[in-house]
């Protein structure tokens, strides 16, 4: 089994590159067979033109040349406007694969990006044998937070750093369209509900439809959460307890379509 390892100085000669070139930010691994190192950066209004700039940052960082580069595999809701990919890759192969890399013995990867939410079922090996998405609408996704957070005036990354000092006030947030939901939050916030039953009662909300739509593959332990809400504890305490599951994940777990894309680059460009 390859060991893919993360952090430390690149000292290889050769390496290849995964880009998962999201909605809302475009993560970037470089691997040179040794380590793996990571990127992030927003995307921006010209997603193309930050992730021709931070391929350019990376290289420059490396001290290598493009031809030093044996492939890049992209992934991610922008990676066919990516002229500089080798090839492309579901993100749903690039999740799994980043997964079992983090967490080897993955059975199932709950992922809650900027645009949708997968549900990906893995065989004992790691293989992809079914999966499952929502990506008609915001719900249940990150830029369903990403609006609620605006309506609160929060940083996102605020959600699940609130302190439970209203522990005994809840609501609920009915509407799962981010549209109206962001009219019910203000709507909440004018009859003096506090910000901290706001979150939580958003946190339910994404977990309950997230439980639901994970509920239609065959669910084994360890569940592995990837994509950016994975740093937020209330978030996957929430699903936890939705799904009536441990959720398992790791502190690079945004990077894990990038991950995977590295990975899967090193086999088909190098091995």
Aim: aromatic letters at 6%.
């Amino acid at each position: 089994m390859q060991v893919y390892l993360t952090g430390g100085d690149t000292v290889g000669k050769q390496a290849v590159i995964g880009m998962d070139a999201g909605s809302t930010s475009i993560k970037l691994t470089f691997y040179d067979g040794e380590r793996m190192r990571h990127w992030l950066t927003p995307a921006g209004w010209a997603p193309k033109r930050a992730a021709q700039a931070l391929l350019d940052q990376v290289l420059a960082e490396e001290g290598m040349t493009d031809d030093a580069i044996r492939g890049i595999i992209g992934t991610g809701y922008g990676r066919i406007a990516l002229p500089f990919l080798s090839k492309t890759v579901t993100e749903i192969a690039c999740h799994a694969k980043g997964a079992v890399i983090l967490r080897p013995g993955t059975r199932t990867v709950i992922d809650i990006g900027g645009q949708d939410a997968k549900a990906i079922e893995l065989s004992v090996e790691g293989k992809v044998t079914n999966f499952i998405m929502n990506d008609k609408c915001a719900a249940g996704t990150g830029k369903f937070l990403e609006v609620a957070s605006r309506a609160l005036g929060l940083d996102i990354h605020e959600f699940g750093e609130l302190h439970a000092e209203d522990a005994g006030q809840t609501c609920r947030i009915s509407s799962m369209c981010a549209v109206f939901a962001e009219t019910e939050i203000v709507s909440l916030l004018n009859q003096g509900v506090s910000r901290t039953a706001i979150v939580n009662a958003l946190h339910q909300a994404v977990a309950s439809r997230v439980a639901v739509m994970a509920a239609r593959i065959n669910l084994r332990g360890p569940i592995f959460l990837s994509g950016g809400v994975a740093s937020n504890n209330k978030l996957v305490a929430a699903l936890a307890e939705a799904l009536n599951h441990e959720i398992e994940s790791h502190e690079l777990a945004p990077y894990a379509g990038a991950i995977g894309a590295a990975a899967l680059a090193w086999e088909q460009f190098v091995l």
